[in-house]
């Protein structure tokens, strides 16, 4: 029986009590460890099916961001090595994978944060969307290295994420203005760069984010404004290479409105949308940074893939 405790996470991920990839594949992880460490499982196959079960729930609660699915596999690769051992090493399997994982996701983004400031100028003025820690972690590290620097920070609607960035970014001492998210157009040429983070990135480089983020690349791109992704390499999509479309969450409508307040109206609200790869300048990750081109090329190294085979 999945423990309480597993089953409070996974709904915290689907009600966005705990979001960012990053953070919801971390959450994951850890609540695979949890359950393994705490199983009650009497028999080898009892744990499997158990962990089976909550690997399920947990990739159930969020369709877009591929960290999910990836952090949860990532861990459960270990148990699938460890078949037909004793429950010891069954456990211990889970938990050191899951362990693993954590800390790599973790030294990822000060990674991340680390080259992605090299590619910030003294000076600059930065814009960024929703609330990456992989995005903060670049405007933040950039401020460490002494740059004068400075942010605008859009509000992300409906859910206010932006509001988490600003007191981020205020907290670290960065000048920071909030501008609604219909404004980014307005204030685009005020800006040197922009640096938002990613749920999922597509084989052929497009990147999968918070609504909104497409529409920045778009006048970004209008007014000649470098465009950075910093995400995490477990965040590319490798079903994407044989074609499999990644599902674009829609939310629930009182995010947006009260319908009690309009009868009869009709409210779409989603989650996510696709910035084409051609409006993509750089994708900054914890391995190097390369073009939106070569997310091809580093799925097949990290998942170990070669054309012709099945994923």
Not at 50 to 69: F, H, W
Not at 196 to 221: E, M
Request: glycine residues 6%; positive net charge; aromatic residues 6%.
């Amino acid at each position: 029986m999945i423990q309480t405790q597993v089953k409070k996470t996974a709904q915290e991920i689907k009600t966005m009590k705990i979001r960012g990839a990053g953070r919801i594949a971390r959450a994951a992880a850890g609540a695979l460890r949890l359950e393994a460490s705490g199983s009650k499982a009497k028999t080898a196959a009892e744990f499997v099916k158990e962990m089976n079960q909550t690997a399920d729930l947990l990739i159930s609660t969020r369709p877009t961001a591929v960290s999910l699915p990836n952090s949860v596999r990532y861990v459960m690769l270990g148990l699938e090595k460890a078949k037909g051992s004793d429950m010891r090493t069954l456990r211990e399997a889970v938990t050191s994978r899951a362990y693993e994982f954590i800390k790599s996701s973790e030294e990822a983004v000060k990674k991340i944060g680390e080259m992605g400031a090299n590619r910030v100028s003294d000076g600059d003025v930065l814009m960024t969307h929703c609330n990456s820690e992989c995005a903060i972690s670049v405007i933040k590290t950039a401020a460490k290295q002494g740059k004068k620097i400075k942010a605008y920070v859009t509000e992300s609607r409906p859910l206010w994420q932006g509001h988490i960035t600003a007191r981020e970014l205020l907290k670290a001492g960065i000048p920071t203005t909030m501008i609604i998210d219909s404004a980014v157009r307005y204030f685009i040429r005020d800006v040197d760069k922009v640096v938002v983070g990613a749920d999922s990135i597509a084989a052929n480089g497009a990147v999968i984010n918070k609504v909104g983020t497409s529409q920045i690349a778009l006048a970004a791109h209008e007014a000649r404004v470098p465009f950075f992704v910093a995400a995490e390499t477990y965040k590319l999509h490798h079903g994407t290479v044989v074609g499999q479309l990644v599902e674009i969450e829609e939310r629930d409508t009182e995010e947006v409105v009260d319908l009690k307040k309009f009868p009869g109206l009709k409210v779409r609200n989603p989650s996510f949308d696709v910035t084409p790869p051609e409006y993509v300048d750089l994708i900054i990750t914890e391995r190097g940074v390369i073009p939106p081109s070569a997310a091809y090329l580093v799925i097949q190294e990290i998942f170990e893939w070669k054309p012709g085979e099945r994923l």
